[in-house]
């Protein structure tokens, strides 16, 4: 049964993330405003010329409420927006014409707790990465994905990096093969992510999923032969994995279709495929539970 639901299609808004505070029942989207035009006789969604970025908004569920938040005080670029495993902290990544592509750090509690959602004074600027994915257990260390600047190679040249409470970073990988998707684990600091083992013609690759210990030792978790595996989340108790499976044919397919509209994800800096299946992986018996068919950006709710 779905309730206090939010129709955010009356308000022309398209949605690029979602991610949600379970402390303060709190909703995060990363929106931009959509326009109506006919092409073709056909009608489509364009960004809104009046306002063509893409913004934060907050949806309380308590009062059911949807906010736009001026952060910056100025027109940004919104990127990226995540919340950290305890709802403590929101990281966002901006593009303006100061810091492109830099990360910032804010303190959620300062946020909500005067509900302004605007004219913050204690944002913290951390370092510009092509993503940062996820906080360790403690919130103390941030775990991301940057370039290797000294690499020529387009299908490698990403380093796992980890950010510290003291702006210090680790490079925890050599940039020897590309690997996206990195998240920790709910209880260690145990790493999972998805790494490469196959290239594709005019795409990433195929993608199999990979652990890495606290004590720095890699192994691979789950390789499908033929296929890439992405995406991965854990679920609470570190038991469950939930993966994105995805066949060549569906990695080759087009980002944009005719109308100019994605058929893709946007993922930062790479793209998903629009559809795919879902594979839930048990870690105790490292086995298959089941293939969910037509399933794309699983999350674990409890």
Known sequence: KLENCIDLNKQSLKIKKIDINRKRNIFLFIMQKQKEIINNNKSIQIPDPDDPYSSVYFYDIDTQVLHKPNLFNKPVDILDAKFSKNGNFLLLKINDNTNPGYYYIINTEKILEKNRYSNLDNI????????????????????????????????????????????????????????????????????????????????????????????????????????????????????????????????????????????????????????????????????????IVNGIDPEFID
């Open 124 to 291: 913290q600027p951390l370092n510009s990465f092509l993503s940062l994915n996820d906080f360790n257990t403690t919130e103390r260390k941030i775990i991301g994905i940057n370039f290797d600047r000294t690499s020529t190679s387009p299908t490698t040249g990403s380093i796992l990096q980890t950010i510290d409470e003291n702006l210090n970073i680790e490079n925890i990988t050599d940039g020897k093969k590309l690997i996206i998707d990195v998240i920790y684990a709910n209880n260690t600091n145990d790493v999972i992510a998805s790494e490469q083992y196959k290239e594709v013609e005019f795409t990433q690759g195929l993608f199999e999923i990979i652990k890495i210990s606290e004590n720095g030792k890699k192994t691979t978790m789950l390789n499908i032969d033929g296929f890439s595996l992405e995406n991965p989340r854990i679920s609470n108790d570190d038991i469950i994995l939930a993966i994105e499976k995805y066949s060549v044919d569906q990695i080759q397919q087009s980002i944009f279709d005719e109308l100019g509209s994605f058929l893709k994800r946007d993922y930062i800096f790479h793209f998903k495929p629009g559809n795919g299946n879902i594979i839930l992986y048990n870690l105790q018996n490292n086995t298959i539970i089941t293939e």
